[in-house]
């Protein structure tokens, strides 16, 4: 049974920075892809970033690119989520998936595992 649990979140000023965590439990880390995910108030969840499973490969959500960056330590089965410059429009819960394909990318259908989400506040 494949575990994720994020933390980092809270509440910070536009303009400003936060990483996201995601330890992940269960499974040998490097055989998952991971995501992150965010959902807003009344808002549909939303792609915002992938990395492969030896970190290869990421991808991004247009909507972040250039402010974001996605990694992963998989020596402590950990991956990240660096935010800068963000944005009101950045506040939601922040969601941490994986999946066993090699890349799950941008959809959230290709995910088998997810975290229980981070709180995200930006005050403008």
């Known amino acids: 049974q494949v575990q994720l649990v994020e933390s980092g979140g809270g509440l910070v000023q536009a303009g400003g920075s936060l990483r996201l965590s995601c330890a992940a439990s269960?499974?040998?880390?490097?055989?998952?892809?991971m995501g992150w995910f965010r959902q807003a108030p009344g808002k549909e969840r939303e792609f915002v970033a992938a990395i492969s499973r030896i970190g290869g490969s990421t991808g991004y959500a247009d909507s972040v690119k250039g402010r974001f960056t996605i990694s992963r330590a998989n020596a402590k089965n950990t991956v990240y989520l660096q935010m800068n410059s963000l944005k009101s429009e950045d506040t939601a819960v922040y969601y941490c998936a994986g999946t066993g394909r090699y890349y799950g990318g941008g959809r959230s259908t290709e995910y088998d595992y997810w975290g229980q989400g981070t709180q995200v506040t930006v005050s403008s």
């Open positions: 269960g499974r040998p880390f490097s055989s998952l892809a």
